[in-house]
């Protein structure tokens, strides 16, 4: 077969989770499939992170911008290469190809009800360009995978989706992330400490900043430790528009920002942290949740929408909506050595069933299938 992969992002510098998903995948595929032949469409960027292999040709295509490059200068290209399958890994597609379509529906998140905008101009975008396109290119997609059985549910109520066009592929972590000594050179880039309690956030509602920090203050107000919260992927001027508005702003001095970690950094500040606090409102996976696992660090995460698949019942999962019972949970954990250890054992256990190896062997298959 020849197989298109759509996954323009990887090349960027600052990654974040579905760029992960797509460049382990592919990393993966190339060590397990010498038959099919692959071409991998990129836009250009300073991250080189695959090359070239004997079956895999990087092709990089560049465009100003991404509703652009994907409803215009791919199709353009699609129609050069002539693959059999074109897997487009983003949550959208181009609205018109003339090859057989597999999509990776990450979510649905931007079709269901939401109380308030996202706080930056670029995610407000990227939400109403996904409400518009997603509907309209599913019927073209001869398979639609996602990422837990959850997301799958969702997407066959709110779509009238057939089961058998869904498919659930768990994503994997990387290898790196595992329990490892302590580098302080790394770790003192962030804070200054360890035993610290980590947040991975965003400008994203779903993050649930809000009450993460409401629940911080509980916290910081009824600890004998008070450990310090590093927080990633938010800028200060955020944070303190949230500690104003909650009336909190006294636990300002015991929260570190970190801004962006690179991914080569993150199994350090796993294996440095005392925990990785994970209430979210609405994830349809949550790969932060195995990489600190794989690192030996327990997790407190929602006990909403795809966590309790992912983390497991044995996890500590909590109300995401109830500040007092994350706070309560941090300093149980704190509290009880006998637990902490119980969680450390849990997690490393856990990992053990996801892999980005089975997640490309299961993506093979779907390929075979629907060629």
């Known amino acids: 077969m020849k197989i298109a992969i759509e996954a323009q992002r990887i090349f960027r510098a600052n990654k974040h989770g ?15 499939d010498h038959t099919n032949e692959y071409y991998i469409i990129v836009k250009p960027g300073d991250d080189r992170c695959i090359e070239d292999s004997i079956n895999f040709r990087v092709i990089e295509l560049a465009c100003p911008s991404y509703p652009l490059w994907e409803q215009l200068a791919l199709p353009r290209l699609i129609r050069k290469i002539q693959p059999d399958i074109l897997h487009c890994t983003s949550n959208t597609a181009p609205l018109w190809c003339n090859c057989a379509m597999v999509l990776t529906l990450h979510d649905i998140i931007y079709l269901e009800k939401r109380n308030s905008r996202s706080k930056s101009l670029y995610q407000e975008f990227g939400f109403h360009y996904r409400k518009y396109i997603v509907p309209r290119i599913l019927k073209k997609c001869k398979k639609i995978i996602s990422v837990s059985n959850y997301e799958c549910k969702r997407i066959a109520q709110h779509l009238n989706i057939s089961n058998d066009r869904l498919a659930a592929i768990y994503n994997g972590y990387s290898q790196y992330f595992k329990p490892q000594e302590i580098n302080f ?19 994203d509602p779903k993050k649930n900043t809000p009450r993460l920090l409401k629940a911080y203050s509980i916290y910081i107000n009824e600890s004998t430790i008070k450990r310090p919260l590093l927080i990633a992927d938010l800028s200060e001027n955020h944070i303190d528009k949230i500690l104003k508005e909650e009336n909190i702003e006294h636990i300002k001095p015991y929260i570190f920002i970190s801004g962006y970690i690179p991914n080569t950094d993150l199994p350090m500040i796993y294996n440095a942290a005392f925990a990785l606090l994970y209430p979210s409102l609405r994830e349809s996976f949550g790969i932060p949740m195995l990489e600190s696992m794989a690192c030996g660090t327990p997790i407190i995460a929602g006990n909403i929408s795809a966590m309790p698949e992912i983390a497991g019942q044995g996890a500590i999962l909590v109300d995401p909506y109830n500040s007092e019972n994350i706070a309560t949970s941090i300093i149980h954990l704190e509290n009880d050595l006998t637990l902490y250890h119980k969680q450390v054992k849990y997690g490393l256990e ?11 062997h299961q993506l093979l298959t779907i390929y075979n299938q629907n060629c």
Not at 19 to 32: A, G, N, P, S, W
Not at 185 to 203: A, E, P, R
């Open 18 to 32: 579905m760029d992960f998903v797509v460049l382990e995948t592919i990393r993966e595929l190339q060590k397990i």
């Open 185 to 203: 050179s790394i770790v003192n880039k962030y804070i200054n400490q360890k035993d610290f309690l980590f947040f991975l956030g965003n400008t």
């Open 350 to 360: 856990r990992v053990k069933s996801f892999s980005w190896n089975s997640a490309a």
